[in-house]
């Protein structure tokens, strides 16, 4: 199956051999073991990138690729206690809440819902038994797409995540809350969380992902979800992750869109030493809108990276990606968003801004907004900006009585504002204002 | 009885060679409301563009009566000013061009084409304040450019609250509920379910049958191949719900 | 019945308005280029030895230099030796010294233009000095003026009565070395307008020429140098109209500004030259050079041009932010239908600390026309905080017509904020039924969305030239669709 060996995975790396517990494994469906294989093929075919890779120039993921690499095979023993839980986000609101512990489901301390009919929410293991024909002709075939080595090791290795199928019609009136915790009791532990989202025609669905830590060792988590909507189907999705700042992460959102179909897919990343978000949406049906949006709120030494890739396979889509960054001391962001319009895909309407706030001089700010357009009548637009905070309005605050501290934070606020009030769901949107409201006035404490 | 407002009759048309549709006819009355539904392909956008006057389409075959007159003859902008309607599928965007001067520039050249006078900036606003509540709409949407900048949902309100103000005599509804989620589309249903009077019609073109849990139909036409292969009340609605179009489209298939 | 798309392209068909020749008595050079037509064109113009001396060093370098052939058009060569530069209207007395002595056939001329210089004198209160071919023929409101010290002149008459003012400025901001135009314009410029706000003075009134090229063969190479003292404030327009002739005429300026510190110029420009015929037959080739110098701190230069005209326009009114806090705009509307090609932009040169600039291009593209926008924004080091805006549509009528953008961004200062934004836009077949169907002709649909694009641009305008802006792109756009 594997043809060439890059040099840097060598046929002893513990990454390869760990796999032999999948193969000996009974339970394991012959078609998930080939889709596992499939996984690893790719890994060892592309192996990690290294800055000369056009798509990671900016990104340098020698630090992930020099942990020992310690996957976390079953549940810890020790977990934690509810009460450790409360200081996370979104708890509070979430009835639906699926814990996942360093990438192994904890029923215990989670909450399915009552069941609903055309809705199953679960846990992706149990799925697989429940529903293994539906998974197995949507699981991994999106996340193909692209020759990315993560993705690749994800496929071979996961143990589990989120499964939500909406069948046709249905509306889920709760968001679907999961919660991915690294324990962080170890250097180099690794999980790999594997979502599979799947709304069928006309359905409705609200989906929140949070990436925690508990620890502070350098952990990795890297994680691959896929969204599968149907002809008018609408998915309101917010990852949301706020890792320990030793922690690294890597996460793969791949979609694909049918007609008449609305599609939201916000990203916040606040946390870790390196982030990457790779997003691929396919645009498959006409009439569609895919809005993606995000922003990273970045200091210390952290980087923080959206790439993505967008591709119009039909007419009359809308596609929109907003992306801003606040980014101080040394650190980075990274926006690289191409979007590709098919020849067919004529009427299209694809926007793309990227906007940096710069708060220290050593800050920086990689951004590489591309079109590529094939079709002749379409509307695209796309914009990039780097900059300091805006001294004359901060001026004016102050002489109109506001202190120095409250007309940064106000305008930093605006800045992150612009993102927040995008997120269509009023509960969720309110809570994620005041969590970024109340980090920034941390920073300002801290400088 | 006394005419109907829309005759269709026997009406063939294709675009570059191609034929859509072929010979289709279908009878509408004031104060009627008909839906028609149908598989991809069958035809339906092709309709509703060559009512509203799309000169795309080469017309073969066939005739189309409106109160009378013959729709066919006539231009597009006489089509409108004698109270044709047509929510678009996908509305169009015209950036830079203000709604509420757009709208009225509308609404005082169909006034101006009825030998009515136009109405003033003052009137205008009194009157559209009055219909945006059809849709609840807010009111900044009359400072932006037309449909530019819109999201889908607002764009397909936007139609509706087009359709308030201009109050046509025939509306055809394009596919209005596409795109929108429950809650929009009960906003557009209500409002088109208000805007129907007993000297007005609606023809109401759907992909999905739960708009007709909203807007209730006194007739349900089945399109396929061009043609109308079945006609029905509600309940053809629920029906095709249940078993999908393969049951009549076969039938349709040997009959051919 | 026509088909949308038909009705689309008639809309882009026109025919040119201003096009119509003037039968006057012309006095001319023979036609060719060499340091005897330098030495006569100075001679007519009974200049003194320091400007011949200085025209004869751009003609000896113009010979050293080659014709730019980057930008985004097309054209046959251009033979110089073809072209007749120097073309002065013969009137009874050598030079006409109010409008009384203008010849009435070149008075009828503006009538027909639709600026008759009386009207806009009685009503409009505008000071024009109009430029027919080579020679200023007239400049109105002129004592008003000299009230308030401001000098308003034509640049032959100012090298005359004010020959320190041109000697101190002349060349400072485009000087006869920056390009291949620029160089040919300072050997042989025949005329232009002279403008100077002493210090602290507000301009009382708008100041206008009218350039018009009349004579066959002729090329037109105006100089134009405006200079704003110390916290003086002007606002300056500027049109220009050529008869239809088969061949291509060349108009070849060179315009230069000079604000000092807390002096404000505004620059704006109708440019309606004949675009030639829809198959690409005449026209005039508009390859000008414009820079404006904020020299002093807290100095503000603003280009507004509207650019209908021409068979190949080829220009870029470009600002220097040298003294701190210095602001820059640029807003253009250019227009390129039939087999019109325009590339067209600004040049920001950011140096100064906090300088900022604007740019809003609004680029439409109807007939055959290419349309580029080339820019660049530049921030040095030393300029701390500058800032940029940039936006750049373009709108495309049908579909054989392009748009393109070169944008050219060089920051050299981390300090600085530049923003970018670039749409394109067609009027589609799409726009104009959506119209249709709620009851507005197709006439008004084009009008309106083409208006409602420009809106940025025109509304920088004064007041009467944003009217007869609007008017203008309507013609250019409207014409045998019923």
Redesign the interface.
């Known amino acids: 199956m594997t043809t060439t060996m890059p040099e840097v995975i060598s046929d002893t790396d513990p990454r390869l051999t760990s796999f032999d517990r999948f193969e000996r494994d009974a339970a394991q469906p012959k078609w998930l073991l080939n889709i596992r294989k499939s996984g690893l093929a790719r890994f060892s075919e592309n192996g990690f990138p290294t800055l000369l890779d056009e798509d990671w120039r900016f990104t340098n993921v020698k630090p992930i690729v020099e942990l020992p690499f310690k996957p976390v095979t079953s549940l810890p023993v020790q977990l934690p206690a509810a009460a450790d839980l409360v200081k996370f986000h979104f708890l509070k609101t979430s009835e639906t809440l699926l814990v996942f512990v360093d990438g192994h489901f904890a029923p215990g301390l989670s909450r399915l819902p009552a069941a609903q009919k055309g809705v199953l929410i679960t846990n992706l293991k149990d799925a697989i038994t429940k529903v293994p024909e539906l998974i197995e002709e949507k699981l991994s075939k999106l996340s193909t797409v692209d020759a990315n080595g993560f993705t690749g090791l994800n496929t071979a290795y996961f143990e589990d995540g989120v499964f939500v199928h909406v069948a046709a019609?249905q509306?889920v009136d709760q968001p679907v809350h999961a919660l991915f915790i690294s324990t962080g009791r170890e250097t180099g532990a690794t999980s790999h969380p594997r979502n599979l989202i799947i709304v069928d025609?006309?359905a409705?669905l609200t989906y929140l992902e949070n990436f925690v830590s508990l620890g502070n060792a350098a952990t990795f988590s890297n994680a691959v979800s896929e969204f599968f909507l149907g002809?008018?189907a609408?998915v309101e999705h917010l990852k949301f992750q706020e890792q320990d700042e030793n922690a690294f992460h890597i996460a793969g959102l791949y979609s694909d869109i049918g007609?008449?179909?609305?599609f939201w897919s916000h990203s916040l990343a606040l946390g870790s030493a390196l982030s990457r978000n790779n997003i691929r949406a396919r645009l498959n049906g006409p009439?569609?809108?895919a809005v993606l949006n995000g922003l990273y709120l970045t200091h210390h030494k952290q980087v923080a990276d959206h790439h993505m890739f967008v591709e119009h396979a039909a007419p009359?889509c809308?596609s929109h990606e907003y992306f801003n960054g606040i980014l101080d001391d040394e650190s980075r962001g990274v926006f690289h968003g191409r979007i590709f319009v098919h020849r067919v895909a004529q009427?299209t309407?694809a926007k793309q801004t990227n906007k940096n706030l710069l708060l220290s001089d050593d800050a920086k700010a990689n951004t590489k907004p591309q079109l590529e357009i094939y079709a002749d009548d379409v509307?695209c637009t796309h914009g990039a900006t780097v900059g300091q905070m805006d001294e004359k309005a901060i001026f004016y605050l102050r002489a109109r009585g506001l202190p120095l501290e409250i007309a940064r934070r106000m305008l930093m606020h605006a800045f992150a504002g612009e993102i927040i009030d995008r997120v269509q769901h009023n509960v969720i949107r309110e809570e994620l204002d005041q969590i970024v409201w109340d980090r920034l006035e941390e920073k300002l404490a801290t400088t | 009885m006394s005419k109907p407002l829309l005759e269709i009759k026997n009406l063939h048309a294709g675009v570059e060679g191609r034929k859509i549709l072929n010979g289709l006819s279908l009878e509408m009355n004031a104060g009627e409301v008909h839906a028609i539904m149908g598989p991809n392909g069958s035809g339906k956008s092709t309709l509703a563009s060559i009512l509203?006057?799309?000169?795309?389409y080469e017309i073969t075959d066939g005739q189309v009566i409106y109160q009378g007159e013959d729709l066919l003859e006539m231009?597009?902008?006489e089509?409108?000013?004698k109270g044709v309607?047509?929510a678009?599928?996908?509305?169009?965007?015209?950036?830079?061009?203000?709604s509420t001067?757009?709208?009225k520039?509308?609404?005082n050249?169909?006034r101006k084409?009825n030998g009515q006078p136009e109405l003033d900036a003052m009137e205008f606003l009194t009157l559209v304040k009055e219909k945006m509540k059809v849709v609840e709409l807010p009111e900044d949407f009359l400072k932006r450019?037309v449909n530019a900048g819109f999201?889908?949902g607002e764009k397909k309100r936007n139609e509706i609250f087009?359709m308030a103000v201009?109050e046509p005599t025939l509306a055809i509804l394009d596919e209005t509920d596409?795109?929108?989620?429950?809650d929009a589309l009960r906003i557009v249903a209500e409002g088109v379910n208000r805007l129907k009077t007993a000297n007005n019609a609606q023809l109401v073109i759907t992909?999905?049958q739960?708009l007709l849990n909203y807007i209730v139909p006194d007739q349900v036409h089945v399109l396929s191949n061009g043609r109308i292969i079945k006609t029905g009340g509600k309940e053809l609605a629920l029906e095709l719900e249940e078993k999908g179009y393969d049951w009549i489209t076969k039938g349709d298939a040997v009959a051919a | 019945?026509?088909?949308?798309t038909d009705t689309i392209e008639g809309f882009v068909k026109k025919e040119y308005k201003y096009g119509f020749i003037t039968d006057i008595e012309a006095d001319s050079a023979p036609p060719g280029l060499n340091e005897e037509i330098v030495r006569f064109i100075s001679a007519k113009k009974q200049e003194p030895e320091w400007l011949l001396e200085w025209r004869l060093k751009a003609y000896r370098h113009w010979l050293t230099m080659k014709e730019p052939r980057w930008p985004h058009v097309q054209y046959p060569p251009i033979n110089y030796q073809d072209i007749v530069y120097y073309s002065a209207p013969k009137s009874p007395k050598d030079a006409p010294r109010s409008l009384d002595e203008v010849d009435p056939k070149l008075l009828e001329t503006y009538e027909k233009l639709g600026i008759p210089l009386r009207e806009r004198e009685r009503l409009a209160g505008v000071a024009v000095d109009a430029v027919f071919d080579s020679v200023s023929v007239g400049t109105t409101f002129k004592e008003t003026l000299a009230e308030k010290g401001i000098i308003f002149c034509s640049i032959s008459e100012a090298v005359r009565e004010h020959p320190d003012l041109v000697k101190k400025y002349l060349g400072t901001v485009v000087p006869y070395t920056d390009n291949f135009f620029a160089a040919l314009n300072s050997a042989v410029f025949t005329d232009g307008s002279f403008c100077f706000i002493p210090k602290g003075v507000r301009c009382p009134m708008e100041l206008s020429t009218y350039f018009r090229i009349n004579a066959a063969k002729s090329g037109q190479f105006e100089r134009t140098l405006i200079v704003a003292e110390e916290g003086s404030h002007v606002s300056y327009l500027e049109g220009c109209t050529a008869p239809m002739r088969d061949e291509n005429q060349l108009h070849a300026a060179v315009v230069e500004l000079v604000a000092l510190e807390k002096a404000e110029i505004k620059y704006s420009t109708v440019q309606n030259w004949y675009p030639g015929d829809e198959n690409g037959v005449g026209g005039i080739y508009n390859f000008v050079t414009k820079r404006g110098l904020c020299k002093g701190a807290n100095s503000k230069i603003s280009w507004t041009q509207v650019e209908t005209g021409s068979a190949i326009t080829w220009k870029y009114p470009s600002c220097v932010l040298l003294g701190d806090n210095a602001v820059g705009e640029f807003y253009s509307v250019a227009l390129a239908n039939l087999k019109q090609q325009a590339d067209t932009g600004t040049k920001m040169i950011h140096i100064g600390k906090n300088t900022r600039s604007t740019i809003v291009s609004k680029g439409i593209s109807a007939g055959r026309g290419q349309n580029s926008y080339r820019g660049l924004v530049e921030v040095r080091k030393s300029a701390i905080d500058a800032r940029n805006y940039t936006q750049c549509d373009s709108l495309l009528i049908g579909d054989r017509c392009g748009a393109h953008t070169f944008p050219y961004i060089d920051v050299r200062n981390t300090s600085a904020s530049v923003e970018h934004e670039a749409t394109t836009?067609k009027i589609?077949?799409?726009?104009i039924?959506?119209?249709?169907?709620?009851?507005?002709?197709t006439q008004?649909a084009v009008n309106?969305?083409v208006?409602?694009?420009?809106?940025e641009v025109f509304k920088e305008l004064p007041m009467e030239f944003a009217v007869e802006a609007q008017k203008l792109l309507g013609v250019s756009l409207e014409g045998s669709v019923g």
């Not at chain 1, 007609?259 to 609305?262: F, Y």
């Not at chain 2, 678009?88 to 203000?98: M, R």
């Not at chain 3, 208006?451 to 809106?455: D, H, L, R, V």
Request: with cysteine.
């Open positions: 019609g509306s025609a006309s409705q002809d008018n609408s007609r008449d179909a609305r009439g569609l809108q009359h809308e009427k309407d509307k | 509203a006057g799309r000169e795309d231009a597009p902008e089509r409108a000013h309607f047509l678009f599928q996908y509305p169009i965007e015209i950036p830079g061009v203000n001067y757009f709208l520039a509308a609404l050249e169909k084409a450019p999201s889908g087009q201009l596409s795109g929108l989620d429950i992909h999905y739960r | 019945m026509s088909t949308a836009s589609g077949e799409d726009q039924f959506y119209c249709n169907q709620r009851g507005i002709s008004d309106m969305i208006n409602g694009f420009c809106k």
